[in-house]
């Protein structure tokens, strides 16, 4: 399966954004799929993730009650609905994906082996 990004952009503290990655050359719904981001000078973290099996959600603290991951697997694409950004929350946002492993053990870099483009996002305060 590949991954593309998109839905990045510059948006003000308090407005949101929706990402969208979108798949093709698989089936979408054996792939347990994962937001994560890099900020300038940080390493990449982990943001969010749902499992292919039940969609069950995990996020990272720091976007709790913020951040909401959904997938389509009709559409074959995963989206992150962005609420009350912060300017904190910049940096390139990429998605990826692994094939049949639960969300609860995917919550790392190196459990994935799809990786979509980053797309930029920016708050400014």
């Known amino acids: 399966v590949q991954l593309q990004a998109s839905g990045g952009g510059l948006v003000q503290a308090g407005d949101s954004l929706r990402l969208s990655c979108a798949a093709s050359?698989?089936?979408?719904?054996?792939?347990?799929v994962a937001w994560f981001r890099q900020a300038p000078g940080k390493e990449r973290e982990f943001v969010t993730n749902?499992?292919?099996?039940?969609?069950?959600?995990y996020y990272v603290d720091s976007v709790k009650g913020r951040f909401t991951i959904s997938k389509d697997n009709a559409k074959n694409t995963v989206y992150l609905q962005m609420n009350s950004l912060k300017p904190e929350d910049t940096a390139v946002y990429y998605c990826a994906a692994v094939f049949l492993v639960v969300g609860a053990a995917a919550k790392t870099q190196d459990a994935y082996d799809v990786w979509g483009q980053g797309t930029q996002v920016t708050v400014s305060s």
């Open positions: 050359g698989g089936t979408f719904s054996w792939y347990t």
């Open positions: 749902i499992s292919y099996n039940r969609g069950s959600t």
